[in-house]
Structures are given as C-alpha cells and as structure tokens.
C-alpha cells in the first residue's frame, strides 16, 4: 500500500516537473549564466515555496480557493509583475559570454548571494497564484479521489516533492553545461526567448482575470 502511494506521488511529482511556469524559465537561465550551484539555491527557494503553498492548501484549500476566484487584483498584479519581468529580461543589456573561471567571492557574501537566490525563488511562486491553485486542486485530488489522509498524504506528497527536486536538479545540471557552448548571439537569442515566455505567461494571467 505505502508502496504504491509513493509510487503515485513519485508519478504527480514528474507531471509536475514538466510544468513550464515563470520559475522554469528563470531557474534554467540562473544555471546557464551563474552555473549549477546557484541555481541549486534558487530551486531550493522555489521548492520552499511549493511546501508552504502545499500547507496552506491543505489547512485552507476551501477558503483561498474563493479568495482567488473573486478577488481578480492579485491575478491582475501577478500578470502586471510578470510581464515588467519579461520586458526586463527582453530589454536588459547583453553581457556576453564568459568561460573564464570568476575570482572566488569571501565567504559572507557568497552566504548574501545564496541567501538572495533562495528568497529569490520563494518571491517567484509568492507571486503566481496559479501555484497555489495547482497545490489545492492536487491536495484536493489526493484527499478526495485517493482518499489519502495522515502518513499517506505525507509519504504521497514527500515523494512528489523530492521527484520535482530530483527532476529540477536535472534540469539545472543539463543547462550548466551549455554555457560553454554558447555564443553571444544564442545567449541573446536566449534571454528574449525567456522574456517573451514571461511576457505570455503575464497576459495569460490577465485573460484568467476576466
């Protein structure tokens, strides 16, 4: 029985992973361009996120769901956010390609820098109510369709998170390796790629509005 609960949670967790929301573009551009530890840090903040807005849909799914549904301001601003977020990255100077390794940073502000990433990748889900809706619909499925409750909804949703760990850690490792390979040109090509999504992702949030 456990075994095949994780085995469900194991299966939502990669459906999961192929979800492309803001926080995938960001997170695969962070490892390209800053390489694979800080983007690690940045997935850790995301997969906070993801925990927090998995608790709070748990304990309140009834009440947020209603919230969201009536109250058309945040979908409003998380689209306004994502789409200034968008024309920054389309808009932003190109920096350019460097394999050279970087001079090693002290201690304390490499401690700054993650710490920055992490909160970074929390603020990315903070933001998207779509997160939450998809963290009630799945709570919702696994406590009513399932019929999970207790150590069975932990062991489910345990095994979903670190599967979205496992899978992101891929990712992220994948794309460290391309900057090497990289050119200015396909860098820029990239980074207006990774804007436009983010622009689309904030009209999307707009027409969901009305």
């Known amino acids: 029985m456990t075994a095949s609960i994780i085995l469900n949670g194991i299966l939502f967790g990669l459906l999961l992973s192929f979800l492309f929301g803001p926080a995938f573009f960001i997170l695969i551009d962070t490892s390209i361009k800053k390489g694979f530890k800080q983007a690690l840090f940045l997935d850790i903040g995301i997969l906070l996120s993801d925990v927090l807005y998995l608790f709070a849909a748990y304990l309140f799914a009834e009440k947020i769901n209603a ?5 058309l301001f945040i979908k409003l601003a998380a689209g306004i956010a994502f789409i200034v977020l968008g024309i920054v990255y389309v808009l932003k100077k ?5 394999n050279k390794p970087t ?3 002290n201690s304390e502000h490499q401690k700054k820098s993650y710490v920055g990433l992490i909160a970074k990748g929390i603020g990315l889900n ?3 109510p779509g997160v939450l809706i998809y963290w009630i619909a799945a709570c919702t499925y696994a406590t009513e369709t399932l019929e999970l409750k207790d150590s069975s909804l932990f062991y489910y949703f345990t095994s979903t998170i670190i ?3 496992g899978v992101d850690l891929i990712k992220i490792y994948f794309a460290s ?4 390979k990289l050119t200015v040109k396909t860098q820029a090509v990239l980074k207006n790629i990774i804007g ?5 992702f904030g009209i999307l949030m707009f ?4």
């Open 67 to 71: 919230y969201l549904h009536e109250n």
């Open 94 to 98: 190109q920096a350019g390609v460097s």
């Open 103 to 105: 001079v090693s940073q």
């Open 126 to 128: 903070a933001i998207n």
């Open 163 to 165: 599967t979205l760990f």
């Open 177 to 180: 390796k391309l900057k090497s």
């Open 196 to 200: 436009i999504g983010l622009i689309t």
């Open 207 to 210: 027409f969901k509005a009305f």
